[in-house]
């Protein structure tokens, strides 16, 4: 099975952006975290930071939408030419439309759950979505304990992905580090963003090949 390591750029340097990007270009996405300051407590980056990612990261950009109002944003963020744009269930009133509308604009589409969302509502909507984002911290902030109570939602969606033969990739964010990448691969994650681990290292390229074997050792010995 293909495994994905996506680092989070909330951990890395926003004064050097691109030379932070160049330090995780054996990576296979960058992952970039949009933050509103309403639905969540916290402000990152907006649109035109991300259309200049865009222009300079060596590797493809999976966005992270932790906002209100995906309907109107979402495709925005799609027209920038991202790889992948993952908006929260909780936050969309029509989530098929949004996820609709990232497909027509030729992004993966990718719905996100909080911790304390179920997996249940959205099985049947699989078949809409590239990505279904687990949450392993509360969506806000980066370098916070990973919450292993959100694996058995994990192995639900593996399950129902499993059975359904779609492609659909399994991503886990927050706390993920050398100890924790292992239970989520065990889970059935197969796409792992991981922020702080991969920026506090010395050597980010080296700390993403040994998250990679981590998650490989892992994920075959238990799917
Ligand atoms: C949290 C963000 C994460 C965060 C992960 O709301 O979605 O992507 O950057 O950071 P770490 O890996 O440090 O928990
Ligand atoms: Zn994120």
């Known amino acids: 099975m293909v495994l994905r390591i996506n680092p989070s750029i909330l951990a890395s340097d926003f004064a050097n952006l691109e030379a932070e990007l160049g330090r995780i270009a054996n990576a296979d996405l960058a992952h970039v975290d949009v933050m509103d300051n309403h639905f969540v407590p916290n402000l990152t980056l907006g649109l035109p930071v991300v259309e200049r990612l865009q222009q300079v990261s060596p590797i493809p950009l999976d966005l992270h939408l932790m906002i209100d109002d995906p309907e109107h944003w979402a495709p925005l963020y799609a027209e920038t030419g991202a790889y ?99 239970i989520a691969a065990e889970a059935g994650a197969d796409t792992f963003v991981a922020g702080s681990s991969v920026f506090g290292a010395e050597s980010a390229a080296a700390q993403i090949d040994h998250l990679r074997a981590l998650a490989t050792q892992h994920a075959h010995g238990h799917r």
């Open 84 to 182: 992948s744009v993952t908006f929260h269930a909780e936050a969309a009133s029509d989530p098929v439309r949004v996820a609709r509308s990232l497909r027509e604009r030729g992004a993966r589409a990718g719905i996100a759950l909080k911790p304390g969302t179920e997996a249940s509502d959205y099985l049947e909507l699989l078949p809409e979505f590239d990505m279904v984002l687990v949450m392993t911290v509360e969506p806000g902030f980066g370098g916070q304990s990973f919450i292993a109570s959100t694996m058995p939602k994990l192995t639900v969606l593996a399950d129902a992905v499993r059975a359904s033969g779609l492609d659909v990739w399994l991503q886990v964010d927050g706390g993920i580090n050398d100890d924790t990448i292992a």
